[in-house]
């Protein structure tokens, strides 16, 4: 128990620190490098098998919560060009991982779940169930992170800036998305409770990322049927520093030795989802109307929560991106592993 608290003590703190620094995934980048560092350093690092269980029950719970009822009425405006965004995201995920296991010393399933356009608090911790090297998936995708967050936005407002563009643009109307808050205690019971039912059947199936899968769904029906579910942010942060804590405390020496090897599927990565962005954005603007800068940020490679902000930031007072990038999110996370497992099966 003591080796325990020592590891969600010190993976705490320097998220916390990474998060003020406002450092992408800072929560969760934080608590790996910290748990890493303990490890490497004193050995005392240790987080049990069971925590990885408990973050992925209150990521699935958390993910479901972040859909609205709005949202599904504005599904069947959006349908297509959601079909259109999974299937390149999925097309971009194969060619990817083929193109990172070929040019690099990672397994197939490593190399896939690298390239997954998840979440930096998701992925991870389902490649771990899956049996892929965490610390690697981990760096990846704080990669595509940094890059989705930092440099795609910038590009992405120039791009939509250009006079070919602005001519084509069509005047839509913006659709407001109605969101809805409940921060009581009772309901964060039950819907903990719900979560954590279905969470653990999931888990029984031996199913890959099902008890993340198995967590959201049911969360979502609770959620959408009542409108009583409720996941306050500091549960999702806890599962952040909790995953961090249990991938960090499993990385040895050898496996930041080999971080060094990673420039180059790394590259091949950024340049793979800034192509995309351009031909999914593009074919999503000529099919359906939709404006180029909305198009191109809903195929960015980052997340829900932080596509809200960014686009704010940017000029773009639609929701759809936002709801674009939650069923990315919700897609990505429970079928793309089973597609990865699948792929995986035949050629090894």
């Known amino acids: 128990m003591e080796k325990i608290l020592l590891t969600m003590l010190v993976s705490l703190i320097l998220g916390y620190i990474f998060l003020k620094l406002k450092i992408p995934g800072g929560l969760m980048v934080g608590s790996i490098v910290a748990s890493t560092i303990l490890n490497i350093s004193t050995g005392l ?18 993910i479901a919560i972040g ?3 709005s949202d599904l009425y504005r599904l069947k405006h959006i349908f297509k060009p959601a ?20 040019t690099s010393s990672m397994d197939l399933t490593t190399s896939f779940m690298s390239a997954v356009p998840g979440g930096m608090s998701d992925i991870p911790i389902i490649s771990e169930e899956m049996g892929a090297d965490s610390s690697k998936v981990t760096a990846m995708q704080f990669i595509r992170m940094v890059f989705g967050i930092g440099v795609f936005p910038y590009l992405i407002s120039k791009v939509s800036q250009l006079k070919y563009f602005k001519d084509e643009e069509i005047e839509n109307e913006i659709y407001k998305r109605i969101t809805s808050s409940n921060n009581s205690f009772l309901d964060l019971l039950i819907t903990m409770g719900i979560a954590s039912v279905f969470g653990i059947i999931g888990k029984w199936t031996g199913i890959p990322s099902a008890t993340l899968v198995f967590s959201m769904i049911s969360t979502m029906v609770f959620k959408l049927t009542t409108n ?8 999702r942060r806890f599962a952040q520093v909790l995953s961090g804590a249990y991938i960090g405390s499993s990385i040895e020496m050898k496996e930041i030795i080999e971080l060094k090897y990673l420039i180059i599927p790394a590259f091949l990565l950024i340049m793979g989802y800034l192509v995309a962005c351009f031909l999914i954005g593009g074919l999503i603007h000529k099919k359906f109307d939709m404006p180029m800068n909305e198009a191109m940020l809903a195929a960015t490679p980052a997340g829900a929560s932080d ?3 960014i686009s704010a930031d940017i000029g773009i007072e639609s929701a759809d991106v936002i709801v674009l990038q939650i069923i990315r999110l919700v897609t990505v996370v429970s ?13 090894e």
């Open 83 to 102: 079909l259109v965004l999974i299937a390149g995201m999925l097309i971009l995920n194969i060619i990817s991982g083929f193109l990172i296991y070929y």
């Open 307 to 309: 596509m809200a902000l």
């Open 228 to 235: 009583r579910g409720s996941m306050p942010r500091w549960m």
């Open 45 to 62: 690092a240790y987080m049990p098998p069971s925590s990885r269980v408990l973050a992925q029950l209150i990521a699935g719970a958390f």
């Open 67 to 69: 859909l609205e009822k």
């Open 335 to 347: 079928i793309f592993p089973q597609i990865i497992r699948f792929i995986v099966s035949i050629l």
